[in-house]
């Protein structure tokens, strides 16, 4: 991944030699938005022509000679961006959000101009305070520059533009929390990029393989606990439904494990990511037209891993473990054959009756597994699991099943305040009813109607009495509600979700 290099200056803004330097200036009521003086005179001129009344989206764009001469500003270009009106009453995370945007605004501009270096002018944003409005600014632009350039052999060699090479963030006071708050935004922001990059590479580039060789680099660089349970562990383990979904592949099964410990005792998280690298269905195959999206439906595991990478730069007080149970869902000729009765982790028996249902099914075991390790407070599985959650909910919400009201509490304003909001399905005696197989426990499908919620009845047999919570990203995975800062292809969905579930957990959370 590229990196942008961020740094908080108090150096008089003139004096900073860069591509483009960046105010912020909010609307206000029949009069022209207050500004630096820098820009105090084409900002009322640009006003009275009615050209530029600081409306969010608006910008207006100049050069440093034909403002002042005499004040000598190093910049080449300066651009003047609306943030509309930053209303007192206007909700927390609404504001949070609007910041985002304008950070993805920036980095588009940025593009347009070809700008490599840029001066940002921190506006005082009231509501939120130095450290909130940094952050949420740092965050936004480096979503919003976010590229996946790694086999764009002709571009590279053409020297295409490639994004931000450096940001300074120009502020006269509050240094300290300025710095803190753009900190916590590229650690959020760098993180998501991470999962976008796993999500962008194709099934040939990001196997069970590379996620657990990521894995093992991050817990070198952070001091975290690394496993990889093989297939001859799954086998010894009693793994049925993973090593069932892999059946079929040439490439073996892995599941990742990285568990991170804070040195006062605390709570413990479990994370769990369904990393399916490619799902072709395997024998119940898929329609081939649009199949090659399925190389992504490994971004629950990825948002699991990269959050981790997040855990270990921030070492947050709460412990994290996070499992990926990782393999393709191929149709080879040893593929698990639909009527097939497979033996879960846990005892669980289950008849396959669709290959496709597959995420469930390695989401299961590593569910049991994660539990009976490591007795967490709480588990979170992240999964794009349902094309029926896409039928429901669109690609705005992502669907949130649970059996536990305050986790889902926690999770809602988490994923509230990250912009990625999360829609609650009910999960009751009936659905379950729905997976009764006549030869087995359960069965891995529950036929057409409440998929999303028949998938999380699945899962509801591997998780004991612990507090758990299904996220099902097959809408917001990809093709997530554009924004600024969510470019198209995948989102990077979850990873500052759980960052702020994290961040804000206190011990005995869920007392
Ligand atoms: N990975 C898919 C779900 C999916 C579909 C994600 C579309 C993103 C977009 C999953 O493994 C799957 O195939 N689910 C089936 C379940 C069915 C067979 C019960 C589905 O949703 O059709
Ligand atoms: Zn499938
Ligand atoms: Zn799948």
Not at 128 to 139: D, H, I, S, Y
Not at 449 to 457: S, V
């Amino acid at each position: 991944m590229k990196t942008t290099r961020l740094t908080v200056t108090e150096r008089p803004v003139e004096t900073i030699d860069s591509d483009l330097l960046i105010y912020c200036v909010a609307e206000e009521k029949n009069k022209p938005p207050l500004c630096d003086h820098f820009i105090k005179d084409p900002v009322e001129k640009a006003f009275d022509l009615k050209d530029f009344s600081g409306k969010a989206e608006e910008q207006l764009m100049f050069y440093p000679s034909s403002v002042s001469a005499e004040e000598n500003i190093k910049a080449r270009r300066i651009l003047v961006m609306g943030m509309g009106k930053i209303e007192k009453e206007k909700d927390f995370s609404k504001t949070v959000d609007l910041l985002r945007e304008i950070g993805g605004n920036m980095a588009k501009a940025c593009k347009k101009t070809k700008a490599k270096t840029i001066t940002v002018c921190l506006p005082a944003i009231q509501t939120l305070g130095p450290e909130k409005t940094a952050e949420c600014f740092a965050e936004g632009m480096l979503l919003g520059d976010y590229r996946f350039l790694k086999y764009k052999e002709i571009s590279k060699k053409k020297g295409d533009y490639a994004g931000l090479k450096m940001i300074r963030f120009s502020c006269t006071n509050s240094v300290n929390s300025t710095r803190k708050g753009v900190k916590k935004g590229v650690v959020a922001a760098r993180a998501a990029c991470e999962a976008r990059d796993m999500a962008n590479e194709p099934g040939n580039g990001w196997t069970s393989r590379e996620f657990a060789d990521y894995a093992k680099i991050l817990a070198q660089t952070h001091g975290l606990t690394y496993t990889c349970l093989e297939k001859k562990d799954m086998k010894k383990l009693g793994m049925g439904g993973i090593l069932a979904v892999n059946q079929g592949s040439a490439i073996p099964p892995r599941m990742v494990i990285l568990e991170y410990k804070p040195e006062k005792k605390s709570d413990t998280i479990l994370l769990v990511g369904k990393g399916i690298t490619f799902d072709s269905g395997g024998i119940s195959i898929k329609p081939s037209s649009g199949m090659e999206e399925m190389k992504y439906d490994m971004c629950g595991g990825a948002a699991v891993l990269a959050t981790m990478q997040a855990v270990g730069e921030e070492k947050p007080s709460v412990g994290v473990v996070a499992v990926i149970p990782a393999t393709d869902n191929m149709s080879g000729s040893s593929a698990v054959r639909p009527g097939d009765i497979i033996r879960h982790f846990n005892g669980v028996t289950s008849e396959i009756v669709n290959t496709d249902a597959e995420g469930r099914m390695i989401l299961a075991d590593a569910l049991a597994y994660g539990i009976k390790t490591f007795t967490p407070d709480c588990v979170v599985d992240i999964a794009t699991l349902t094309g029926a959650v896409v039928v429901g909910l669109g690609h705005h919400y992502s669907g949130l099943i649970s059996n536990n009201d305050k986790l889902t509490d926690r999770l809602i304003c988490a994923g509230k305040d990250a912009g990625e909001p999360l829609w609650r399905l009910p999960l009751t005696k009936e659905y379950k009813k729905q997976i009764e197989s006549k030869v087995a426990d359960i069965k891995n499908v529950g036929g057409r109607w409440g998929g999303t919620i028949t998938a999380a009845a699945y899962l509801s047999n591997f998780i004991d009495k612990t507090p758990w919570a299904h996220l099902d990203i097959a809408g917001t995975a990809w093709d997530f509600t554009e924004k600024s800062y969510i470019p198209k292809g995948p989102s990077g969905i979850g990873v500052r979700t759980f960052l702020n579930l994290i961040r804000d957990w206190k011990k005995g959370g869920l007392a």
